[in-house]
């Protein structure tokens, strides 16, 4: 089998089906998908039940292990050759694995990464293009630089054994951060340079403000690194925006722009701009004659796109 696909997910139901069959749409590679349910308590029991896959497996958890040791517990059930963690109301291209696989096994490397977009309210509302392998690794220890965070990835099993399981010291984010460094401390990544990932950005997104500054610092602690402050205090904004905190946006977004990412600030304020342009109208695309954006819309629109919010 070529890869084990691992999803962990809770209470998130209105996002889960969406994002099982983005993973069950993948072409040109044997997969299974291992479904790890954190004891949830919504709908998800139900519609995992009513799924007639074989090439899905489900794990209940009567008790949430977090994050990390969901992952691992998934993992641990596996049987390919490569692993993807995809997250639970995130969705992927058709062509995301083949591509990613195809990639690193040319530059004979063990782990890939590819670009991605954001979404809201079935918007496409901003974009994260890969930066090149060498500045991805050089960028690590001050943030992560992978694109979609923990949903992006593929690992070689080999090199999975090699470097560990997800350290569970990250219980509430960040975890996909520390393995991405811990990978590049081994060997380059390859890169696919396409948007093969969407990530959903509403109100119920994991991180909050507290969890980014503890994950953050820990990052540091652990790799005697000094995190990119202008891009944590991007981070916090775009947190604060999610929960309706507007006054605390403004206040980190000043902060960022302090810290050196006053272009970064500029581009983040201008995706906003456009949702509020485009909001309501019938095109849903509001990155209109972008190709990136287009690109993603093509894979987007087939998964007929809703944020169940």
């Given at each position: 089998?070529?890869?084990?696909?691992?999803?962990?997910?809770?209470?998130?139901?209105?996002?889960?089906?969406?994002?099982?069959?983005?993973?069950?749409?993948?072409?040109?590679?044997?997969?299974?998908v291992?479904?790890?349910?954190?004891?949830?308590?919504?709908?998800?029991?139900?519609?995992?039940?009513?799924?007639?896959?074989?090439?899905?497996?489900?794990?209940?958890?009567?008790?949430?292990?977090?994050?990390?040791g969901?992952?691992?517990?998934?993992?641990?059930?596996?049987?390919?050759?490569?692993?993807a963690?995809?997250?639970?109301?995130d969705?992927?291209?058709?062509?995301?694995?083949?591509r990613?696989?195809?990639?690193?096994?040319?530059?004979?490397?063990?782990w890939?990464?590819a670009?991605?977009?954001?979404?809201?309210?079935?918007?496409?509302?901003?974009?994260?293009?890969?930066?090149?392998?060498?500045?991805?690794?050089?960028?690590?220890?001050?943030?992560?630089?992978?694109p979609?965070?923990?949903?992006?990835?593929?690992?070689?099993?080999?090199?999975?054994?090699r470097?560990?399981?997800?350290?569970?010291?990250?219980?509430?984010?960040?975890?996909?951060w520390?393995?991405?460094i811990?990978?590049?401390?081994?060997?380059?990544?390859?890169?696919?340079?396409?948007?093969?990932?969407?990530?959903?950005?509403?109100?119920?997104?994991?991180?909050?403000t507290?969890?980014?500054?503890?994950l953050?610092?820990?990052?540091?602690?652990i790799?005697?690194?000094?995190?990119d402050?202008g891009?944590?205090?991007?981070?916090?904004?775009?947190?604060?925006?999610?929960?309706?905190?507007?006054?605390d946006?403004?206040r980190?977004?000043?902060?960022?722009?302090?810290?050196?990412?006053t272009?970064?600030?500029?581009?983040?304020?201008?995706?906003?701009?456009?949702?509020?342009?485009?909001?309501?109208?019938?095109?849903?695309?509001?990155?209109?004659?972008d190709?990136?954006a287009?690109?993603?819309?093509?894979?987007?629109?087939?998964l007929?796109?809703?944020?169940?919010?």
């Open positions: 089998m070529d890869v084990s696909i691992v999803i962990p997910t809770r209470n998130r139901s209105a996002f889960l089906m969406q994002t099982l069959r983005s993973a069950l749409r993948q072409q040109h590679v044997t997969f299974e291992i479904v790890v349910d954190e004891a949830s308590t919504d709908q998800t029991p139900t519609l995992l039940t009513a799924v007639n896959d074989p090439r899905v497996r489900v794990i209940r958890h009567d008790v949430a292990r977090g994050l990390p969901a992952r691992n517990h998934g993992a641990d059930q596996s049987r390919g050759d490569w692993f963690f995809l997250d639970d109301d969705l992927w291209a058709p062509d995301k694995l083949v990613q696989i195809e990639a690193a096994k040319r530059t004979n490397r063990e890939a990464y670009g991605s977009v954001n979404i809201s309210k079935g918007r496409i509302t901003s974009s994260r293009v890969p930066l090149p392998p060498e500045e991805t690794v050089a960028e690590l220890p001050h943030y992560n630089a992978i979609g965070g923990g949903s992006n990835v593929v690992v070689r099993r080999s090199a999975w054994e470097i560990g399981p997800f350290d569970t010291r990250f219980v509430a984010g960040g975890e996909d520390d393995l991405s811990r990978l590049s401390q081994h060997g380059l990544p390859a890169c696919v340079c396409s948007p093969l990932i969407a990530k959903r950005i509403h109100a119920t997104n994991m991180s909050v507290d969890n980014v500054v503890r953050t610092k820990l990052i540091e602690e790799y005697q690194s000094k995190a402050g891009r944590t205090y991007r981070w916090l904004a775009d947190i604060a925006l999610r929960h309706g905190q507007r006054g946006a403004v980190q977004f000043a902060n960022a722009a302090m810290r050196g990412q272009h970064g600030v500029v581009s983040d304020l201008s995706g906003i701009i456009r949702r509020r342009v485009f909001h309501g109208r019938r095109h849903r695309n509001t990155l209109v004659g190709p990136w287009i690109s993603a819309w093509k894979w987007l629109r087939e007929e796109v809703c944020d169940g919010n």
